[in-house]
């Protein structure tokens, strides 16, 4: 069975300042990663993921995000947030005996950027 | 490409009464999914479809049925609505490449008294 884990629902920040949101991950078989981001009132969009390779991915507005396989973890961070950066962060995985069909998601990290 | 489209955007029912939530994507793609969103719960998978002519359940599908009825179109329905399925209610497509990720749709926003 899959589980997602995303450890703080809610995560208060200053602008410009750096976050980290934390999600680990269960599984028996090998999985594909994602970080979604859901902004007010609209459905989830692709931040950034990981299938194999280098275990750092990085999005095209300065999130990156580290795969670590002997942790069971795929934590986001960002080293400058900006107030645009408010939303809820979603952090999902697919399994390989899904045929990477099936998606698992955590219960989301609502980032909260103040000025 | 107007991607993935759901209707209605927003829907109140009484408890008892059916209703069927749609959604259509004009992307060509093979697979499509059905997802509810609670508060503190993240998206949980009701059912999805990996090709044209299959479903298979999700997470939590009791209370729901669903028909793929052709490449594009995959309707959910609830035959007597409870108020436990008070939620919003989100459709996504995806490729049938395994290395794709999902397309969301902008979501149905149900409440049943």
């Known amino acids: 069975a899959q589980s997602v884990t995303q450890l703080d629902s809610q995560v208060p920040v200053f602008e410009e300042a750096p976050v980290e949101l934390r999600c680990n991950y269960s599984s028996s078989v090998s999985v594909y990663l994602f970080w979604y981001v859901q902004y007010p009132n609209q459905g989830l969009q692709l931040l950034l993921k990981?299938?194999?390779?280098?275990?750092l991915v990085e999005s095209i507005n300065g999130f990156e995000a580290e795969f670590n396989k002997s942790q069971t973890s795929f934590h986001l961070r960002k080293p400058s947030v900006h107030i645009s950066d408010t939303a809820e962060y979603f952090c999902?995985?697919?399994?390989?005996?899904?045929?990477?069909?099936?998606?698992?998601f955590g219960s989301g990290t609502k980032l909260n950027v103040k000025p | 490409n107007a991607g993935v489209t759901q209707t209605p955007k927003f829907q109140v029912l009484k408890t008892g009464q059916s209703m069927t939530l749609q959604c259509a994507q004009d992307?060509?793609?093979?697979?499509m999914y059905w997802y509810r969103q609670d508060p503190g719960m993240g998206l949980r998978l009701i059912y999805y479809s990996a090709s044209e002519g299959t479903t298979d359940k999700g997470e939590v599908p009791n209370g729901y049925n669903v028909s793929r009825l052709n490449k594009r179109e995959f309707s959910l329905r609830l035959e007597s609505a409870a108020p436990s399925q008070t939620s919003v209610y989100f459709c996504a497509s995806k490729t049938g490449e395994a290395t794709d990720t999902q397309y969301f749709g902008p979501g149905t926003r149900l409440t049943v008294l």
């Open positions: 990981y299938l194999s390779g280098s275990t």
């Open positions: 992307m060509n793609h093979n697979s």
């Open positions: 999902a995985v697919t399994p390989a005996d899904t045929h990477f069909n099936k998606f698992y």
